[in-house]
């Protein structure tokens, strides 16, 4: 229940101090599990609290955006998969490790989105989504991304990811002689 106008979130605090010399040893996957408990129960209080919202500490898992957060959230009910929001998280953060960790403003972050949207959709985890990328019918955006319309990425686009389906592997022709 912390956040807010309460104490600060323990995921926050293990999260920053991840590396350093005050690294608590805490499992941060242990904290999201645990964060994810109170952001639902949290929902049978929300009758007797104020407007505020709570917070929680995932976002260094996904690294999600805050403006794409509340998008995404939105999309994926709009798509049937409200009931699935953990899943799209963590499609978010291998979508978005598939793709190379790139930086996440708009329209990249909706990029990732798109993929883990559909990684979702389809089952796919990021081995399956590069393996079978040149057979997939990929998002738009995925693509124009792939293609550089958005940019390029620092670290260059991701291989294979990017030629898969950028050069699909080619359908068999028959010639039929009548």
Known sequence: MSGLTSQPNLGAIVNSLAGTALDTGISQAGLLRLS????ATRELYAPFESNMRYSSSDVYY???????YTNLKFQAASLGLG????????????????????????PSSKVVGDLAQFMVQNDLN?????????????PGSVVEFMQGYIGQPPAGFPEPLRSRPLNPTPTRTITLDC
Do not use: C, F
């Open 36 to 39: 994810n408990y109170w952001e």
């Open 62 to 68: 996904h690294e999600m955006p805050g403006g794409q």
């Open 83 to 106: 009931d699935s929001w953990g899943k799209v998280q963590q499609a978010y953060a291998a979508a978005n490790r598939a793709l190379g960790d790139i930086v996440k403003v708009t």
């Open 126 to 138: 990021e081995h399956t989504l590069v393996e079978r990328a040149s057979e997939l019918s990929l």
